[in-house]
């Protein structure tokens, strides 16, 4: 492995595959840095000047190139650039609402650098992706490996607050399995922001569903940047499976998850404005279903 | 650290901090002074350049990742032989004014005709530059330039051929 020790004591790491990584992991009491398309990190100015560990995780195949994709779903590298997935076919084909929502992240340039992992762990409520990862129900994969093996986890399990993750003690995210929705399956992703091209998203919502002889059979909503925490409105999908697509249930279910989200209050918008844009986004989800 | 990597296809060899940006070092320690710095935050798009064949913010590329690397600035793709027709469109379509924003609008420039599928509508070459800010022009003078740029078979072509030397 390369280390280089600069005279003021920054080191850095490039380890070349996944083993080393895994022993870099364990072996090092302090906390490390990871670097993946640096598209957060360089802009986080106090965290960025206080780093001391780097370690470079786009050295790292397993993290940086890997993307598989299998009968069921597709494995993606924590550190894989999003214009890869944007440009793949088969992405496309089966995972638009990914697609769509990596389109709508930064601009080209970003998209080149930035990656699932980074957007991930920096675990800023208005990360894009996390709500559609959570309505995907992607599995994560947390080295170090024990025993060979990766832990699998579910999104709420890894980002559990603005800036706080589970991944503790150097563990780092490897990889993302992202099982494929029906064919047929209903997608939305829509964020309101304060500006279009490099919007970090206030409001966003992610919705998936599945219809079976005019009902919905599966729903899965989950808003961005209201709460704290990633989590889907259990309550709002509970009130429309099973049910016919009606535009009373639509007006029942934009009602249900204005009380459901508890939206953060920042400097960027109000509660009240946040509850109600996540119910206009809804509504207009649910209408689009309805009409298509 | 020290740092090997090729530079408008040169191989260099610096010694720098594994923090400094790719921006910096293209600056200062290279003395290519075409790549410009708007905002150092990954949002107006003045640092553009091509890294292993892919246009990047270099504000926000550290040192620590560029041994083995590939980068291609202003200076190198002044040299592609389609360069004259794509400064050309620019300049005929009125889409340059203080000049500042160019350097990057023209690495994104050659990006999208390579990334996209052809011909390009104007929404794909507005989503394509979006990464890019003209504080004089408006956009239309540069969308139009770009329009017609990805409309011109002989341009698209040396455009093509200039990115096989290139990577
Ligand atoms: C101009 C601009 C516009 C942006 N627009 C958007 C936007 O519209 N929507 C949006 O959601 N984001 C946006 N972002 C934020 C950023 O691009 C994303 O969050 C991106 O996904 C981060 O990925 P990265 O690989 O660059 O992460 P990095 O910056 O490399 O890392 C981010 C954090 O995660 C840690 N980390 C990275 N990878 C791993 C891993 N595999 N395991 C454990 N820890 C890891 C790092 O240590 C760091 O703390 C924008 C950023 C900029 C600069
Ligand atoms: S200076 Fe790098 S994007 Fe503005
Ligand atoms: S011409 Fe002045 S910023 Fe674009």
Same mark, same amino acid.
């Given at each position: 492995?390369?280390?280089?020790?600069?005279?003021?004591?920054?080191?850095?790491?490039?380890?070349?595959?996944?083993?080393?990584?895994?022993?870099?992991?364990?072996?090092?009491?302090?906390?490390?840095?990871?670097?993946?398309?640096?598209?957060?990190?360089?802009?986080?100015?106090?965290?960025?000047?206080?780093?001391?560990?780097?370690?470079?995780?786009?050295?790292?195949?397993?993290?940086?190139?890997?993307?598989?994709?299998?009968?069921?779903?597709?494995?993606?590298?924590?550190?894989?650039?999003?214009?890869?997935?944007?440009?793949?076919?088969?992405?496309?084909?089966?995972?638009?609402?990914?697609?769509?929502?990596?389109?709508?992240?930064?601009?080209?340039?970003?998209?080149?650098?930035?990656?699932?992992?980074?957007?991930?762990?920096?675990?800023?409520?208005?990360?894009?992706?996390?709500?559609?990862? $959570?309505?995907? +129900?992607?599995?994560? =994969? !947390?080295?170090?490996?024990?025993?060979? @093996?990766?832990?699998? /986890?579910? %999104?709420?399990?890894?980002?559990?607050?603005?800036?706080?993750?589970?991944?503790?003690?150097?563990?780092?995210?490897?990889?993302?399995?992202?099982?494929?929705?029906?064919?047929?399956?209903?997608?939305?992703?829509?964020?309101?922001?304060?500006?279009?091209?490099?919007?970090?998203?206030?409001?966003?919502?992610?919705?998936?569903?599945?219809?079976?002889?005019?009902?919905?059979?599966?729903?899965?909503?989950?808003?961005?940047?209201?709460?704290?925490?990633?989590?889907?409105?259990?309550?709002?999908?509970?009130?429309?499976?099973?049910?016919?697509?009606?535009?009373?249930?639509?007006?029942?279910?934009?009602?249900?998850?204005?009380?459901?989200?508890?939206?953060?209050?920042?400097?960027? $918008?109000?509660? +009240?404005?946040?509850? =109600? !844009?996540?119910?206009?986004?809804?509504? @207009?989800?649910?209408? /689009?279903? %309805?009409?298509? | 650290?020290?740092?090997?990597?090729?530079?408008?296809?040169?191989?260099?060899?610096?010694?720098?901090?594994?923090?400094?940006?790719?921006?910096?070092?293209?600056?200062?320690?290279?003395?290519?002074?075409?790549?410009?710095?708007?905002?150092?935050?990954?949002?107006?798009?003045?640092?553009?350049?091509?890294?292993?064949?892919?246009?990047?913010?270099?504000?926000?590329?550290?040192?620590?990742?560029?041994?083995?690397?590939?980068?291609?600035?202003?200076?190198?793709?002044?040299?592609?032989?389609?360069?004259?027709?794509?400064?050309?469109?620019?300049?005929?379509?009125?889409?340059?004014?203080?000049?500042?924003?160019?350097?990057?609008?023209?690495?994104?420039?050659?990006?999208?005709?390579?990334?996209?599928?052809?011909?390009?509508?104007?929404?794909?070459?507005?989503w394509g530059l979006g990464g890019n800010l003209c504080r004089c022009t408006g956009y239309s003078k540069i969308l139009d330039a770009v329009e017609e740029i990805s409309h011109r078979d002989d341009i698209l072509e040396q455009v093509h051929e200039d990115w096989q030397h290139e990577i």
């Amino acid at each position: 492995m390369k280390s280089n020790q600069p005279l003021n004591s920054e080191k850095v790491f490039r380890p070349a595959n996944l083993d080393e990584l895994d022993a870099l992991a364990a072996q090092t009491a302090e906390g490390v840095t990871y670097v993946a398309g640096a598209t957060d990190l360089l802009v986080q100015e106090e965290r960025w000047k206080s780093a001391r560990i780097l370690v470079d995780l786009t050295a790292v195949k397993a993290l940086h190139a890997t993307l598989e994709v299998r009968e069921n779903g597709v494995l993606i590298g924590a550190a894989v650039p999003l214009s890869r997935l944007i440009r793949h076919p088969l992405i496309r084909e089966r995972l638009p609402i990914l697609v769509e929502t990596c389109r709508q992240i930064g601009s080209v340039q970003i998209q080149n650098r930035a990656s699932l992992g980074g957007n991930i762990a920096n675990a800023s409520p208005a990360g894009d992706t996390l709500p559609v990862l $959570s309505v995907l +129900e992607a599995e994560l =994969r !947390i080295g170090p490996r024990q025993n060979g @093996e990766f832990e699998k /986890l579910s %999104l709420d399990q890894v980002m559990l607050g603005p800036g706080q993750t589970s991944l503790n003690g150097n563990r780092y995210i490897a990889q993302i399995f992202i099982p494929f929705p029906p064919r047929d399956a209903f997608w939305y992703f829509r964020k309101v922001g304060q500006r279009q091209a490099l919007a970090i998203s206030k409001v966003s919502l992610a919705v998936l569903g599945k219809k079976k002889e005019e009902k919905i059979e599966e729903i899965r909503i989950c808003p961005g940047s209201v709460t704290p925490q990633i989590v889907r409105a259990q309550k709002t999908e509970s009130l429309l499976r099973g049910q016919p697509l009606t535009e009373e249930r639509i007006e029942k279910a934009r009602a249900a998850i204005e009380c459901e989200v508890s939206p953060i209050t920042d400097i960027r $918008s109000t509660t +009240e404005y946040r509850r =109600r !844009i996540t119910g206009e986004l809804l509504r @207009e989800a649910l209408y /689009l279903w %309805l009409r298509n | 650290m020290e740092i090997e990597f090729k530079v408008n296809g040169e191989n260099v060899k610096i010694d720098v901090s594994p923090k400094k940006r790719l921006l910096d070092i293209l600056r200062e320690d290279l003395n290519l002074t075409g790549t410009k710095e708007g905002c150092g935050k990954g949002e107006c798009g003045a640092c553009t350049v091509l890294f292993n064949g892919e246009r990047v913010n270099s504000c926000l590329v550290p040192a620590l990742q560029l041994p083995g690397s590939s980068v291609v600035t202003v200076e190198g793709l002044r040299r592609w032989k389609s360069y004259p027709a794509i400064e050309r469109a620019y300049v005929e379509h009125g889409a340059v004014q203080c000049g500042f924003c160019m350097t990057g609008f023209a690495m994104s420039t050659v990006a999208l005709l390579k990334e996209q599928t052809f011909p390009l509508s104007r929404e794909e070459i507005k989503w394509g530059l979006g990464g890019n800010l003209c504080r004089c022009t408006g956009y239309s003078k540069i969308l139009d330039a770009v329009e017609e740029i990805s409309h011109r078979d002989d341009i698209l072509e040396q455009v093509h051929e200039d990115w096989q030397h290139e990577i």
